[in-house]
């Protein structure tokens, strides 16, 4: 009788390594849940936390059944066969040098290239290949470089299309802002472009408030309600 070689040695029974891999989803769960959030509002951390469940092709060199799980089954594993499983165990079994990772479809120079021209071009958001493609982009290119052909390149366009999104967004919320308007609809955003201008426009949706409430007759310091 064979025994399937595990992901962390070569010799491991796969029962062992199907026990590794669940103690690396408990301890990535356990992480995320321990994480002090004082404010209730969601950081680019805990963004790049959901990015990591997206899944992602991988050609791994070891053996291994299927391992079921609350959230989805994992495998089966064989050796020079392409088998889905989610970022975060992928860059791990990377590291451990037990796979090679196939990058996205989307993550190619030319596709980006037409990506940005598109991006320049248009004056609202356009589809984006992925909703996180900024931190997929920037975990694989992190951490399996190696298996990214033109990394380089690719980490210069993502950038360039993220740059002409954000400048689109402040130049949204600035409009938004000077014209005083109560409600605005932006098509196309991903969470951490939201993120990151949530900060200062609740900053700036808060101030217009508070002038506007100084401004009514017979209205008092002290009474305002933040957003």
């Known amino acids: 009788m064979t025994t399937s070689s595990g992901p962390w040695s070569d010799c491991m029974p796969a029962s062992l390594a199907a026990r590794e891999i669940l103690c690396v989803v408990n301890v990535r769960e356990k992480s995320h849940q321990t994480r002090p959030n004082q404010t209730n509002k969601m950081d680019p951390s805990e963004v790049e936390f959901l990015a990591e469940k997206e899944t992602v092709k991988i050609i791994p060199n070891f053996s291994l059944d299927k391992i079921f799980l609350i959230g989805g089954d994992l495998g089966p594993f064989n050796p020079g066969l392409p ?40 004056k609202t958001f356009t589809p984006v290949p992925s909703p996180y493609y900024m931190e997929l982009t920037k975990l694989l290119l992190n951490h399996a470089s190696d298996n990214i052909p033109k990394a380089d390149e690719i980490r210069t366009l993502v950038k360039d299309i993220w740059d002409t999104r954000i400048a689109k967004l402040r130049l949204s919320t600035d409009s938004f802002i000077s014209q005083q308007e109560a ?45």
């Open 83 to 122: 088998v889905d499983v989610p970022v975060w165990l992928a860059l791990n079994l990377k590291q451990r040098q037990k796979c090679r990772i196939v990058p996205p479809e989307w993550m190619e120079v030319e596709k980006l290239e037409d990506i940005r021209e598109q991006e320049r071009k248009e």
């Open 183 to 227: 409600h605005a609809k932006l098509d196309n955003l991903t969470l951490m472009e939201i993120n990151t201008i949530r900060a200062f426009f609740l900053d700036s949706l808060n101030c217009m408030y508070k002038l506007r409430s100084n401004l009514q007759p017979g209205s008092s310091q002290g009474q305002f309600m933040d957003y």
